[in-house]
């Protein structure tokens, strides 16, 4: 019988048995045709593979990511997946929505035609993240606007909804809408839920909306919950801990949960890896490899309905990996349709494509220079100092405090600059309401000078944290001048910069190019001494007000927890 290609001597993985068989595999039309375990039948191939004895594993599978946290467009990224094992993504858009609503969205596709890596989307669900009371964004996209996009094959799933402290109160958002709407007209689709803290009652009244995946951050007991109320469980790296891989296998839980990784920092990516790297952490927190693999591949691909992948048998989609030592799980060759993408002894070099995103989307900063009095905050009281809320950063979670401390006054404004805190602030910078909202930072931020970004999450407005105004004023009106990226700047002196010119909050360079860059940013704001495992991330999602406990948005500090504005003065 004539084939394409014929892998011989492997030891492929059954996901069935979740064990290893030794095989020969044919292959014909992009998939698997057969997995010869007595390895008697004499197939005409036109291309024939010695295995070498190695592991051959399914394709890497993540369905809870956002390319754009990364910083790249879709073709470097996907050159950088290929060396990593991933051969399929389901990518969730909300960071270039939030910019540019379903022109982002689409803009997104249209730029990962002629790529391997299979890419499908989740359509965002929060665009803004919270509501147009709490933060502006360049684009809101409502029920309507979620069926249109819902149209495109490529869509897949309802991406993360994260007003969830909206949505079990209020059932005339329109989330909620859409969400009736697709499980009358899209029954299949898993609808993917962001819900740090819900317990009990409030995680019960989650998911009787339908809203059955989390993969954000917990606390043990929020695990168990989720799990024990049979919610599938997204697992990121930063979750993962010896004590919930062990509730894990004690109460064998594997087909309700699988890795993911949410957000992957392009220097990480370079340095570390993707999904790899997150499986290898659970390996060593006491995870067998077999165990592993099978919650990277074959789980994703079921809670997704991408029943053509995650396991290797007839049929299915020749999408697979060959790794020599699986304690090392070195990824050797990483195959698509049966094509080989990544060879570790030929790694072919990014090459950029011709694609170009629509030309507003690299001039996307409207906002005028900052100046100095932009950054006073004024006081209506007469005492020396006020009682006021301050944003606590801790080390190992981008979650945040609420502290309640006494800054000075000094003619009739708050004089935080001979504070021990931090201003930051937050200029809306899409031309609608020139909105400012100031809030201070104490904790594991930094503690000199100043950084400012369009990479804010979710709205992505232009926000600066600093110690004095000067270096607060220079970082800004870089940023603005580049339209868009992350910059540190101390004592006048800009000491480094990301510049992110595609919707202020991507680059078009490769993994290699950016990764140094964003290791540089990274050291600089260590430097500046921000103590934190991610700091970029950390204060990029200060301004995320899903994420518990307080943050800031143009329009003011956000308490999360009451999904309201407070003032910074208490």
């Known amino acids: 019988m004539k084939i394409d290609l014929l892998i011989k001597d492997v030891k492929i993985y059954n996901s069935y048995l979740k064990k290893f068989r030794e095989a020969n595999v044919a292959i014909l039309n992009k998939k698997i045709l057969h997995i010869d375990i007595k390895k008697e039948i004499e197939f ?49 858009p909300h960071e270039i929505a939030n910019v540019f609503g379903a022109r982002g969205i689409y803009a997104m596709i249209e730029a990962e035609s002629n790529i391997d890596t299979s890419i499908f989307y989740g359509i965002p669900s929060s665009v803004p993240s919270t509501s147009e009371e709490l933060e502006t964004t360049g684009a809101i996209i409502d029920c309507e606007g979620m069926k249109k996009i819902a149209e495109n094959p490529k869509v897949i799933c309802i991406g993360e909804v994260m007003n969830y402290r909206k949505v079990i109160v209020d059932d005339t958002l329109e989330i909620c809408k859409f969400i009736e709407y697709v499980k009358k007209e899209k029954p299949t689709y898993a609808i993917e839920g962001h819900c740090p803290k819900l317990l009990d009652l409030e995680l019960s009244k989650f998911l009787y909306l339908g809203i059955n995946g989390d ?17 599938f469980v997204e697992i990121q790296a930063k979750s993962i801990e010896k004590e919930l891989i062990d509730y894990i296998k004690e109460n064998n839980l594997y087909e309700h949960f699988s890795f993911v990784t949410d957000d992957v920092m392009a220097d990480t990516f370079l340095n570390e890896g993707h999904l790899n790297a997150v499986m290898k952490k659970a390996v060593r927190e006491g995870l067998k490899i077999e165990d592993a693999i099978y919650s990277a591949t074959f789980t994703p691909a079921r809670r997704m309905h991408l029943l053509d992948r995650g396991v290797l048998a007839p049929g299915k989609k020749a999408d697979f990996l060959f790794i020599e030592d699986l304690e090392k799980f070195e990824i050797k060759n990483t195959f698509i349709d049966g094509k080989e993408v990544y060879n570790y002894l030929e790694e072919k070099k990014y090459i950029p494509t011709s694609y170009k995103f629509p030309e507003d989307f ?35 979670s981008t979650r945040t405090k609420e502290l309640i401390r006494a800054v000075p006054v000094k003619d009739g404004f708050l004089d935080w600059e001979n504070s021990e805190y931090c201003l930051i602030a937050v200029f809306e910078r899409y031309g609608k309401n020139g909105n400012i909202g100031f809030g ?19 709205h992505h407005n232009l926000m600066i944290i600093g110690k004095t105004v000067k270096d607060m004023v220079t970082a800004a009106n870089r940023i603005i001048e580049i339209q868009g990226g992350i910059c540190t700047v101390k004592d006048g002196n800009i000491l480094n910069e990301v510049k992110l010119p595609v919707a202020g909050i991507l680059s078009e360079k490769s993994v290699e190019e950016l990764g140094k860059e964003v290791e540089e940013l990274r050291n600089a704001m260590k430097n500046l001494g921000y103590k934190h495992y991610n700091p970029i991330m950390s204060l ?18 956000i308490d999360v927890t009451e999904s309201k504005v407070v003032d910074i003065i208490v």
């Not at 010695?50 to 990364?70: A, F, R, V």
């Not at 993969?215 to 919610?231: I, L, P, S």
């Open 215 to 231: 993969h954000t951050e917990h606390t043990m007991e929020e695990f168990k919950q989720r799990f024990e109320n049979g919610m």
């Open 44 to 92: 005409d191939a036109e291309e024939i593979i010695d295995g070498k004895n190695q592991y051959m594993i399914p394709g890497l599978i993540d369905i809870h990511m956002h390319i754009e946290s990364s910083m790249m467009t879709p073709a470097p990224f996907c050159h950088q997946l290929a060396k990593n094992g991933v051969t399929t993504i389901v990518a969730e």
């Open 362 to 396: 690299y001039k996307s900063v409207h906002v005028k220079n900052i100046k100095n009095e932009d950054l006073k905050i004024s006081v209506q009281s007469k005492e020396k100092e006020v009682m006021c809320r301050i944003i606590e950063v801790n080390d190992g």
């Open 440 to 458: 201070l930072v104490t904790g594991d931020s930094i503690k000199e000078g100043a950084t400012a970004t369009t990479y804010a999450h979710d």
């Open 540 to 557: 990029c999602t200060l301004s995320l007000p899903v994420s518990p406990e307080l943050k800031i948005t143009d329009k003011g500090l």
